[in-house]
């Protein structure tokens, strides 16, 4: 199982619901797990028994909410901790420090800063890395209106002191009304889908699809999205 982190303090959720149906619509078994502290997956992810602690299916997903690591998912599922979870794929939402060392973030197969530019997320989100203990390598998944380098630049500049290096490679989503209306209407519904996104949003989710897949062509993973 590939652990991929998204790590900051800006509302992922929705963002990471919609790379796990495409990585599962491409035939992977994808595991999702919310290891935030509002547990936004808890209120937008439809369940019939929602308990302290769960996993349940939604859109070929496997959703776990309310666990504080892996070997507690392994528990819950019934399995011995020493055992391999047969899922391709594990992205695992965080926006605190002890999720990002419980789940082993240092060591996951990719690790991505999810910000906007308000200064909470920006200043709340590096306050998680403020207590990294060795150099991590990120890549910026970085929601903007207008994806100015100057946005970029106050980011690094934030940075500066901590055990960050960043990848060169950015990934950016607008921040456009249409857009999250959209949003808003898969959550209401208990849906995902593509169709009405902007061409600008659906292009950030096959780029950063890509980059987590690896062995995957764009091409490929565009011909899926347009059955989501």
Known sequence: M??????????KTDLILYIAKIIAMLGKKVLVIDSTVNQKARYVVPTINPTIRYVTDFEDIDIAVGFSSIPEIKKYLGMAEDSEMEY???????????GFEKFDLANAKKK???????????????EILSGLQDVASLTKVLYSKDMLKEEDDYLNFLSLGYKVVWNEYKIYFPIENGDLNIIYENERFAKIRFKKLSIQYKDGLAYLSEDILGDVSETNIRKVM???
């Open 2 to 11: 590939k652990n991929i982190g998204f790590i900051g303090a800006y509302d």
């Open 226 to 228: 347009k059955n989501i």
């Open 88 to 98: 391709d794929f594990a992205l695992i939402d965080t926006d605190n420090m002890d």
């Open 112 to 126: 991505y800063f999810v910000t906007s530019f308000d200064n909470y997320s920006l200043k709340k989100g590096l």
